[in-house]
């Protein structure tokens, strides 16, 4: 695929977030504020980072993307839609009765979806599994995850840190996006996560904190997780439902469903950017 | 089997079984990996790990990220068997059994050790009596257990060639041999081990050997038992229970489980639909076991020859 540079990247990002909340919409609902706090990470690497072909959803070397944060498929399946995997037609099925996919991606039914994910805590370790398993076979696929920070409030995140760790998987890295928000409320308020970046070094992990809005930081962080040696955890400051004016930073946004008058006052608010 | 042959097998325990047929079938599939959580010396796991230490990942005592991180080995193509405790791979990885094994419905050996009351001093918390329930509940789920170390030897390269999950649920300690001579394991296929017209006796794992003897003394009592091993309890050999129906017009199933939830529903669902005959259940009680010596424990709770042998005469007195 064509690899877009950091400007086109922001501008792709916001055309699908819109794809998103318009999908969000024909369903009924969905997960928003993940979905669009995780947008710019997901499209750096669809659309720059990740070696991945569309036409060749199956080609052995690619690199593997598991969004273990399931319920940000709201946006995922978008950004899998934009990249050419399957027809953007089909996103307004999303939810609906025999549809390929909904609040939760099922890999058998979407193309170009390497897990199946929903319940938190799980995508971490299936990527250890990939990790180990393509390592034997000098196979030089990278694996990302994607993780909520409220989903790191699992303990199973934390078996597959130490495991990482201590296999040296220098081919996985993990993403957190860090909206600072979980289900009922601000995350340090739920139970906080901090001293987030000293957590992760702990347990043996390279740690990289950007602007999980910021195109040239999170290429600037990819291009560097590449070359270390062990794991690197990605922590990504975002806004929870980045990019809908009248949502951001705001946790009751976790999941909804957006007007009408919204979706296009968010039109015109990232058409000015 | 290469490498192994009968008179050796039939000296081992299961667990020692398990061990050499995993090198076997190691020799055979080098996709083949092992994966432990900090008990492979204790699931006899070892010898594949000495023999194939590249194709060995010991996740400490991490069950979950075992069963997930097997998932992610299924997905790159391995052929991943996880190692552990009955009780952890049922209950500590239930979801991940759940959502990464069976939803994705992955080729991946959950191969459990230490099955029913064989850790009998553990307790109740190192007891595994609810997992065949937890694993049946499964869409996808396959579910299969040996009855002594020869059975084990051919159910661990049945289930290796078989694609799709499966739970393979093996015991501690030396089992009481049931085959004394060759015979075919198919995944799917029970085998009937004695005939008889009055009653069928069907039991898994442990309790095969306790219905050939309650075979045995039903029979000085002049009834004549069926005695079938139904090593793999899911998916069910239903042909094969459906035949003892209508053949013997009784059942008893035994197992060394939960009655809830184990083979004894599973027959009883088979028949209630096609054949309604009475079926009666030997197993444990819905308590929790407690402590002591395996065969104190199992005579305590009604799981001997002799509790098989009352519920067989209970089946035919009940029959019409």
Redesign the interface.
Known sequence: MEKLNAEELGCKANEIRLDAMVMGKQAGGGHLGGGLSSMDIMTALYFNVMNIDPAKPDMPDRDRFILSAGHKAVGYVPVLAEAGFFSKDLLSTFNKLDSPFGMHPD??KIPGC??????L??GL??????????R??K?PARIFVLLGDGETHE??VW??A??AA??KLDNLTAIIDYNKCSMDGPIDEVVSLEPINDKWASFGWNVIRVDGHNMSELLDAFAKAAGQKGPTVIIADTLKAKGMPFAEGDYLWHYGCPSDEQIEETRIYLEEK | MPGLNMADIEKMSARDAFGSALVAAGEKNPNL?LLGADAIGSTRAAAFADRFP??T?N??I?E???????????????V?IATAYGFLISLRAC??VR??IC???LNVKLMSTHAGLSMAAGGTTHHSTEDVAIMRSFANMTIVAPSDALETVKAVQAVIDYNGPVYLRMGRGSLESVYSSEFVFEVGKSIQLRDGGDVTLIAYGIMVAEALKAAESLALEGIEARVINMHTIKPLDEAAVLKAANDTGCIVTAEEHNIIGGLGEAVAGCTSAAVPVPVLRVGINDIFCGIGPEDGLRAKLGLTAADITAAAKKAVALKR
């Open positions: 890999m058998h390497e897990a199946s994910t929903g319940s805590g799980h370790p299936i990527g250890v599994g990939m990790a180990l398993a393509l034997m076979d196979n303990g199973t078996e597959a130490m495991g201590q296999h | 990996v590249e194709r990942f996740f400490g991490a979950q990220e075992m069963v997930s991180a097997a998932a992610g080995f299924a997905l790159c193509g391995k991943p979801e991940q959502d990464d939803y994705q419905n």
